[in-house]
């Protein structure tokens, strides 16, 4: 199985890394609205396991991600085994996801902006809970894209965004929910951001 590698930067100003990825010649990507959809069975089995089993939408197609821990350990950036694949029928692949006994689970969503930077793929990523940036290639090139980018050591995780979310519920009083969604107001300028920036 393929291996991710990447890094979280938090509390980013995405105007200001945006203005820098240009300036340095990165190639913008692509831009959009995910909607994330998270499936296990009622015992809950994949989570207890480590194994994250997603389908997302994201301009209007569909993949399918299956997560997992790697025998790689890094100190500074976050692995993980992950294979995925695009999904011309949602509809079938969800009965098929039911009648395999998965479930809907929880679902988060966010804004990704993407660009392609010495190697790396940098994505810019408006959440519920705030703005980051997540650097996905090698572990050299990670190093040296985050250099380049004056992104600050002291800004960086290798949480996932569902370990941030339960750290900001938590910090902010609030309870706990595994999902992560945007209200009606704040999705409207989310989107209404994407066309006008």
Request: proline letters at 3%; glycine letters at 4%.
């Amino acid at each position: 199985m393929p291996t991710e590698t990447e890094i979280k930067y938090l509390d980013v100003d995405h105007a200001a890394l945006r203005r820098k990825l240009a300036e340095l010649g990165a190639q913008h990507l692509n831009r959009g609205f995910e909607c994330n959809v998270v499936y296990d069975d009622a015992d809950r089995s994949l989570k207890a396991k480590g194994i994250l089993l997603r389908l997302r939408e994201k301009n209007s197609r569909f993949v399918l991600t299956l997560k997992q821990a790697s025998e790689q350990v890094s100190s500074t950036v976050k692995v993980c085994e992950e294979s995925e694949t695009e999904v011309t029928n949602a509809r079938a692949l969800r009965e098929i996801l039911t009648g395999l006994g998965y479930r809907p689970a929880l679902c988060y969503e966010k804004m990704r902006e993407k660009w392609l930077f010495l190697g790396c793929e940098v994505c810019l990523d408006t959440l519920p809970f705030g703005f980051f940036a997540e650097i996905e290639g090698c572990e050299e090139d990670i190093a040296a894209c985050a250099k380049a980018l004056e992104l600050p050591q002291k800004k960086a995780s290798t949480a996932t965004y569902h370990d941030l979310n339960h750290q900001y519920r938590a910090a902010h009083n609030q309870p706990p929910d595994e999902s992560f969604v945007f209200d009606n107001e704040a999705k409207a300028k989310v989107l209404a951001r994407r066309a006008t920036d």
